[in-house]
Nanobody
Framework: QVQLVESGGGWVRPGGSLRLSCAASGDLFSVNAMGWYRQVPGKQRELVASMHTSGAPNYAHFAAGRFTVSRDKAKNMAYLQMQSLNSEDTGVYHC?????????WGQGTQVTVSS
């Protein structure tokens, strides 16, 4: 089992930046993929960025060039650095890990972009 806890969300003005963090615990040995998803009001949960252990990060079209996903295995942490935020980025952001035995989600952290 893997437990994930997100933090770092909040309110920011358009054009601002936020860094989301995801603290992972449990059996992380077999984790082979991680990523960030978001739940935007009125839409289904969508992929923001993902990273597999054997490949380069993958970004949704709206995240490319603005967001950066990273993972610090030594600290059992994952991050999502977000820049040039706009109102369409408002939503709940969830951390996601996967291993051969299942998928794991955090409870999410709210990001609100408004003036």
């Amino acid at each position: 089992q893997v437990q994930l806890v997100e933090s770092g969300g909040g309110w920011v003005r358009p054009g601002g930046s936020l860094r989301l963090s995801c603290a992972a615990s449990g059996d992380l040995f077999s984790v082979n993929a991680m990523g960030w998803y978001r739940q935007v009001p009125g839409k289904q949960r969508e992929l923001v960025a993902s990273m597999h252990t054997s490949g380069a990060p993958n970004y949704a079209h709206f995240a490319a060039g603005r967001f950066t996903v990273s993972r610090d295995k030594a600290k059992n942490m994952a991050y999502l650095q977000m820049q040039s935020l706009n109102s369409e980025d408002t939503g709940v952001y969830h951390c996601h890990f996967a291993d051969p035995y299942g998928e794991y989600w955090g409870q999410g952290t709210q990001v609100t972009v408004s003036s």
